[in-house]
Structures are given as structure tokens and as C-alpha cells.
């Protein structure tokens, strides 16, 4: 079974700051999709970033860029010039094929943007 | 307009009920799924459907059905409630039949069971 992994529980960081939120998985599948997801407060989840395992160009949507290191198996999030907006829950999830069983989420990290 | 829909956004029932959750997407996807948010907030595929095929994490109960009257829409059933189900439920949709492509979600159902 594969695992999604974030170990910060809670993050802050004040306004305009850069962030980096980590992310680490384990599966045995040789192709897959990773994601970030974004929940602000009011739980709506909205997609960030996604990344194909076999692309070794790292994805980037404006502010936010990820740091995929295949071999290590890492996939963190890096947030740029950080905004109030971006207080949120943000989750990292691996799909590996296989139907609903191969779709992981990690746990999520609380990210605060500090005024 | 909005894009994937859910109805009711707040559902309080009693134990051993039956209650239902309806989702409408109008992005013309083909796919759409069903997830469950716990109270310390970890997603858990349920259920994703398109006219082809549903599938199903193994580890929900038969008491949630999925139903689909047509492509638009997904619903969910849930028969004799448990404590256990009080939860956030979220529908979601995405253009191709596979969890690759990008998800849109909807703002969620809570769900209380007393």
C-alpha cells in the first residue's frame, strides 16, 4: 500500500515570506501523479500544483512551485511571496493507478500567513 | 455559476436513518467522485463513477451507495446511519475516466449523526 507523508502538522510564516511545505511518499509504482490541494476555511478544496512522475521538469503555477525529487521520493511545495489568501490546509496526495485504492492523501499541513 | 454543487451543506439526522446527498457538476465532466473528510481532516476516496464504470475503495461500507440519474449528477446514500459517518462529505468531477487528471471540487456537505 502506498503512503503519503506531511510531517508539519502546522506551518506559519509571516506575510510576503517564502514557505515550503514537504511532502514524501512510497510506492512501488513506477508512474504516477502527485498533487498539492489547497482547503481554506471555507473547505472548498481547490487543486494547486500537479505533477507527473515521469516529467523530471518540476510543475509551476505562479507563486507555487514544487521540488520533485524522484529518487527520494519528496514533493514540496514551495510558495512564494506569501499572502493572507493562502491560509489554508494544504494536502499532498499520490495516484498510482489501480482505481480508488491507489488515490492517497496525506494529512495535511496548517498553513498560516501571518499579517 | 458554480461549477460542482452539493446539497445539503449541513445534514443533522439521528442514528439508523437513511439520508442522501446530492452533487451536480455542469462542467461536462465525465467523472465524478465521492470522499469523505474525518474530523481530523484526512480525505478518503470513496467512490468514482463515470458511464462506464464504478469503483469502489474497498473499505466503505455497503450502506453508502453511490446513484447516478445521468451524467451530471452523483448521489449519495447512505442507509442506517452510524456515528461513525459524522463526517464532510465531498463530491468532485474531472474530465477524463482516471484519478490523473485534475479534480474540481464541491464546497462539501457536513455531516452530523446524533
Known amino acids: 500500500a502506498q503512503t503519503v507523508t506531511q510531517s508539519q502538522p502546522e506551518m506559519s510564516v509571516q506575510e510576503a515570506e517564502t514557505v515550503t511545505l514537504s511532502c514524501t511518499y512510497d510506492?512501488?509504482?513506477?508512474?504516477?501523479?502527485l498533487f498539492w490541494y489547497k482547503q481554506p476555511p471555507s473547505r472548498q478544496m481547490i487543486l494547486v500544483i500537479r505533477?507527473?512522475?515521469?516529467?523530471?521538469q518540476n510543475a509551476t503555477e505562479n507563486r507555487f512551485s514544487v521540488n520533485f525529487q524522484k529518487a527520494a521520493k519528496s514533493f514540496s511545495l514551495k510558495i512564494s511571496d506569501s499572502q493572507l489568501g493562502d491560509t489554508a490546509m494544504y494536502f499532498c496526495?499520490?495516484?498510482?493507478?489501480?482505481?480508488?485504492?491507489?488515490?492517497?492523501f496525506g494529512k495535511g499541513t496548517h498553513l498560516i500567513i501571518q499579517p | 455559476d458554480t461549477a460542482v454543487s452539493q446539497t445539503p451543506k449541513y445534514l443533522v439526522t439521528q442514528m439508523g436513518n437513511d439520508k442522501s446527498i446530492k452533487c451536480e457538476q455542469n462542467?461536462?465532466?465525465?467523472?465524478m467522485y465521492w470522499y469523505k473528510q474525518d474530523s481530523k481532516k484526512f480525505l478518503k476516496i470513496m467512490f468514482s463513477y463515470n458511464n462506464k464504470e464504478l469503483i469502489i475503495n474497498e473499505t466503505v461500507p455497503n450502506r453508502f451507495s453511490p446513484k447516478s440519474p445521468d451524467k451530471a449528477h452523483l448521489n449519495l446514500h447512505i442507509n442506517s446511519l452510524e456515528l461513525g459517518d459524522s463526517a464532510v462529505y465531498f463530491c468532485?468531477?474531472?474530465?477524463?475516466?482516471?484519478?490523473?487528471?485534475?479534480?474540481?471540487f464541491g464546497p462539501g456537505t457536513r455531516l452530523t449523526v446524533l
Open positions: 462542467l461536462g465532466h465525465d467523472t
Open positions: 496526495a499520490c495516484y498510482s493507478g489501480g482505481g480508488a485504492d491507489g488515490l492517497t
Open positions: 468532485a468531477s474531472s474530465q477524463g475516466d482516471g484519478f490523473t487528471d485534475t479534480q474540481y
Open positions: 505533477q507527473e512522475a515521469y516529467k523530471q
Open positions: 510506492t512501488s509504482e513506477n508512474n504516477y501523479y
